[in-house]
């Protein structure tokens, strides 16, 4: 057995050295002489060639292998970087999108579209044209959809002069559709146990005249007409409201309901800018009364007041004091459409708390927001905010306001904006009752 | 133990072995002289134009930061582009003049110049970012063709000063670029060519979109288009593949990674690729690469003024450290740049020193060869920017005119300052001593700080070690106090005898202002007569 083993290995070493070997040696015999003679001028070819050295790597070996853990954790930040560059350069070549881009944005900056999104509305485009009438007139139709069919769609014209006079008319057109809206009954100590789901489809019409006393003052009437419908909603988790409830038990839960109103505002507005803003006061009053037409059922007169305090603190840190009461009165005889109601649960009011959680006559809140600067990029500035809101709702605030019933909300978010409006906006509110979380972009 | 849990470890300590072997390795230099010049201009077929993807550009960038990939080392290295004495030598990237040559005021102040600015009437080709920052290509009587940028609205002066002076710094810290001049010229110097694209009223529209023209006139200023083909961008790391000349990853070239502190002096803070352009310079198959810096109309207070960006200089555009910090001590940390206000002078903009420290300046987009300098890379740009003086300065600025009254003295000042605290800062990274000259058995050494800083008037405490080609220490270590700036260490033959060929000195400065971290060696080979010669210098 060793005997052949031996014989085995000295066999193909035999082999290998005396037919391959010598092989190998003429191949690389010949592969290194030329096999006629060269010229002189081959060799001084050769000879003048530069000898270039060998180009260093990047990265050396150990550094490739040490730092990969960090590579491979970063590996899907890249690619999605990758991903978005890639998706923008295919989306904002102009040629690409060619006559669609020249007719949505126009090269004086008069004409564009910009994207725009919402929790409430979903998402969709904003097209503006300026000075589509007259200098410093303003239309703009924007259209948004969500989930479950969720729309709105509004084409407003603004600050159309008429002329040789300093009033300015705004016309919007309207429609709105909300499928899934809760409702939690009417007062301030509803549960969330009574929740019931409706859907709302209101198209309204407003004709506005507006008048300005310098820069921080203006005022306007308006003239509205809007046409209520309430539907099941498409939520098949939840109770319906229209099936809860009749028209008698809950005024406003009914189609067709068109009510004609007329409203006064009155702005004040010294805010230093209009994105962001760091200091000064923003005040609204608004008063309006609101006539059913063709029923005549119902007719009522509200009251609202918001007012905002901007407080400048140091470098940019700001505090934001707000102070808002509605109040709604019915006439003699006469009810309110539940949805015309004061409400708290939006992300105007209280954050925390579902749309529509708290519904009644009245209403206060009050709400203290801290915003800092977090980033600042070109023109736009990132700001985390924290914020604690709390109101109440009530049949008559003034005799029945309790702190006991006071609904609290508090959380913090981030917004972008730039000097003359904000780009996005993203909050988190906790309640009581749940965590709710809004976004918004241009809105 | 079982075979692969013993195979294991036995590899990964071979692997930490190895690598703790390989960065403890000391230097060691053959008895050359250093390379003075580098020739990487042989000849070559024409590379690939190259372009950059703006948003491939962020991809890699701003993803990578190395707290984002939890780097366990630091990336940056010992620069490769250097000699045996710890300098850069002449190449188709650089070319030693200040520090290195005698530049005077005047000779800064010429700088580039060959064929001097644009001859009117200028004729206009082409307008590049018509709505904002507008450029227009042109040729002049001459047919020489320019590239003219001019202030944005509002700032006048602004963008066209900084340009001409940083290009003129920048050709003085030994990079190439390209010819730019200051000029002026008025609605009637201005034509456009019959076969551009560009109409009259177009040509008018944008020019409402620079800034006002004083008593009829616009100043701006005009870049000499660079003779050659373009090959677009240099990029931040690796090398240029096709060009067998590029031969050290550009992240590990000391003359990037000394833009960290060129850029700091000059506020230069949108130093990216856009700012750097290579051409292939000659006939083609026969030319070489040549790479330059360009664009310098957005250092100073440019950036913060024209993108409306205070924080310029201070912050990249992502940092995600700094977003953190900021979020999450509710809004309780002030940056430096919230307290910067902008000057009274519109020509000036922000640019200031109060703020401004060398050692936290950061520029817009993460550079990749500014984000691996070292110490010693710094160290080398800082002497550079040392053999500035108030003269330099005070030449440039009054060439380019700063009409507003007391802009010129601020800005002369402002640029003295921000001189001092880089000085003061990167020469503190590492032991600022040089050697001047061996003579008789006496080191002739300086210390950089002294000399740049004037502050002889405080005594420092040196300490000189002394060891042998195989790193044993051969001699007690030698101590001496002294607060001048020249110095004499004298070397016994004893000790170059027990060096057995190979004499390496260390120096660290144990007390005074300058005291580095890092200390120098100069490194000797014994030559006849006990004579020792300049090997090596490691800072």
């Known amino acids: 057995m060793s005997n052949l083993k031996q014989g085995t290995g000295k066999s193909i070493f035999f082999k290998f050295t005396t037919i391959c070997l010598p092989w190998i040696l003429i191949f690389g015999l010949a592969n290194s002489q030329p096999i006629c003679c060269q010229s002189d001028r081959t060799q001084t070819e050769e000879r003048d060639k530069p000898k270039f050295l060998k180009k260093r790597k990047s990265r050396e070996t150990w550094e490739q292998i040490l730092s990969f853990p960090g590579t491979a954790l970063i590996f899907p930040f890249k690619m999605l970087f990758k991903g978005v560059g890639k998706t923008l350069s295919v989306l904002y070549v102009p040629q690409k999108v060619g006559a669609l881009y020249d007719f949505l944005h126009s090269d004086d900056g008069l004409r564009y579209a910009i994207p725009t999104y919402s929790t409430r509305g979903g998402a969709g485009f904003k097209i503006y044209q300026k000075n589509l009438i007259n200098e410093g007139s303003l239309l703009k139709l924007r259209a948004t959809m969500g989930l479950n069919f969720r729309q709105k769609y509004e084409l407003s014209l603004k600050g159309i002069k ?15 559709l909300l499928v899934d809206e809760s409702f939690f009954g009417i007062g301030p100590n509803t549960t969330t146990a009574d929740r019931s789901t409706f859907a709302q489809e209101l198209s309204w019409i407003h004709l506005g005249f507006n008048g300005g006393f ?7 009437t308006l003239l509205t007409l809007e046409q209520n419908n309430i539907y099941k909603s498409r939520d098949k988790d939840n109770t319906h409201t229209v099936d809860l409830y009749s028209k008698d038990d809950i005024p406003g839960l009914e189609t067709k309901v068109k009510i004609l109103g007329g409203q006064f505002d009155f702005i004040y507005d010294s805010r230093d800018m209009k994105g962001g803003p760091t200091s000064g006061q923003e005040i609204l009053l608004n008063i309006g009364i609101f006539n059913q037409i063709q029923t005549n059922e119902y007719g009522y007169w509200k009251v609202k007041a918001d007012l905002r305090q901007y407080i400048h603190l140091f470098y940019g840190r700001t505090l934001v004091l707000r102070l808002a009461g509605e109040m709604t009165e019915p006439f003699t005889n006469k009810t309110v459409p539940f949805y015309s109601l004061s409400e708290l649960g939006r992300r105007e009011t209280i954050r925390g708390f579902k749309r529509g959680r708290f519904r009644d006559y009245d209403m206060i809140l009050g709400s203290v927001e801290y915003y800092y600067p977090i980033r600042k ?5 990132v700001d985390t905010f924290l914020f604690l809101d709390a109101g109440q709702v009530a049949n008559n605030i003034v005799k029945d306001f309790e702190f006991d019933t006071l609904r609290i909300g508090f959380g913090g978010g981030v917004v972008v904006h730039n000097k003359e409006s904000e780009a996005l906006r993203f909050m988190v509110g906790r309640s009581e009752e749940q965590y709710r979380f809004y976004l918004v972009i241009n809105y | 133990m079982c075979l692969p849990r013993t195979f294991f470890i036995i590899t990964l300590s071979t692997i930490l072995v190895g690598i703790i072997g390989c960065a403890s390795k000391r230097l060691k230099f053959k008895d050359a002289e250093p390379v003075r010049y580098f020739n990487d201009i042989h000849s070559i077929p024409m590379p690939e134009s190259v372009r950059t993807e703006r948003f491939d550009y962020y991809a890699t960038v701003l993803p990578s930061r190395p707290e984002l990939k939890a780097q366990i080392i630091p990336t940056g290295q010992y620069a490769l582009d250097v000699n045996s004495i ?6 188709s990237w650089y070319i030693p003049r200040l520090g290195y040559e005698t530049i005077s005021p005047e000779d800064l102040l010429f700088g580039p110049t060959e064929l001097g600015p644009p001859r009117l009437p200028i004729t206009v080709i082409r307008v590049r970012n018509p709505e904002h920052n507008p450029r227009f290509l042109v040729y002049d009587r001459r047919n020489i063709y320019y590239l003219i940028k001019m202030d944005p609205p509002g700032y006048p002066n602004i963008a066209t000063n900084s340009s001409f002076i940083v290009n003129r710094l920048f050709w003085g810290f030994g990079c190439h670029v390209p010819e730019d001049h200051l000029f002026s010229f008025s609605n009637e110097d201005i034509k456009i060519d019959p076969e551009s694209r560009i109409r009259s009223s177009e040509l008018d529209s944008i020019l409402t979109r620079v800034a006002l023209p004083v008593q009829g006139s616009y100043k701006a200023v005009a870049s000499r288009i660079i003779e050659g083909q373009p090959l677009g961008p240099i990029s931040e790391k690796g090398v240029r593949k096709d060009d067998p000349n590029d031969l050290f990853p550009h992240q590990k070239r000391r003359v990037l990674r000394g833009f960290r502190v060129f850029c700091a002096l000059t506020n230069m803070c949108d130093i990216s690729t856009d700012n750097t352009l290579d051409m292939y310079v000659g006939e083609e ?3 070489f690469v040549k790479h330059y810096l360009v664009d310098f109309d957005d250092a100073f207070g440019t950036h913060a003024a024209r993108e409306k960006r205070l924080w310029a200089g201070y912050n990249q555009l992502f940092s995600l450290n700094d977003i953190l910090k900021n979020l999450f001590t509710i809004g309780f940390r002030i940056e430096d740049w919230e307290k910067v206000k902008p000057s009274p002078w519109r020509s000036v903009g922000s640019f200031e020193s109060t703020f401004f420290r060398a050692k936290d300046w950061k520029e817009t987009h993460p550079f990749e060869p500014i984000r691996n300098s070292q110490p010693a890379d710094n160290y080398w740009a800082a002497k550079i920017v040392g053999a500035l003086t108030r003269e330099h300065f005070e030449i440039l600025v009054e060439k380019s005119g700063y009409p507003e009254p007391g802009a010129k003295d601020y800005m002369i ?7 001092h605290k880089i000085l003061k800062y990167f020469l503190g990274l590492v032991t600022p001593i040089e050697l001047d000259h061996y003579d008789e058995g006496k080191l002739i050494l300086k210390n950089m700080n002294k000399i740049f800083l004037k502050n002889e008037s405080k005594d420092s405490l040196y300490v000189a070690h002394f060891y042998d080609g195989y790193d044993r220490e051969i001699s007690k270590p030698m101590q001496f106090v002294s607060h001048l700036a020249i110095l004499n260490v004298a070397i016994d033959n004893a000790i170059i005898q027990k060096s057995n060929g ?12 300058e005291k580095g971290e890092i200390p120098v060696e100069f ?3 014994q030559k006849p007569n006990s004579r020792i010669q300049l090997v090596g210098v490691v800072h």
């Open chain 2, 86 to 91: 710890d300098e850069v030598p002449a190449s």
């Open chain 1, 377 to 381: 990029t070109t023109a736009n500035t």
């Open chain 1, 162 to 176: 008429l002329s040789g006079r300093s009033v300015l008319i705004d016309f919007i057109l309207g429609y709105r």
């Open chain 2, 523 to 525: 490194h000797f080979r």
């Open chain 1, 214 to 220: 310098g820069s921080r003052i203006s005022m306007k």
């Open chain 2, 285 to 287: 198959g026969k030319g």
């Open chain 2, 502 to 513: 190979y004499l390496r000195v260390d120096i660290s400065i144990e007390r005074g202002t």
């Open chain 2, 413 to 419: 000042q402002t640029l003295m300052e921000r001189r």
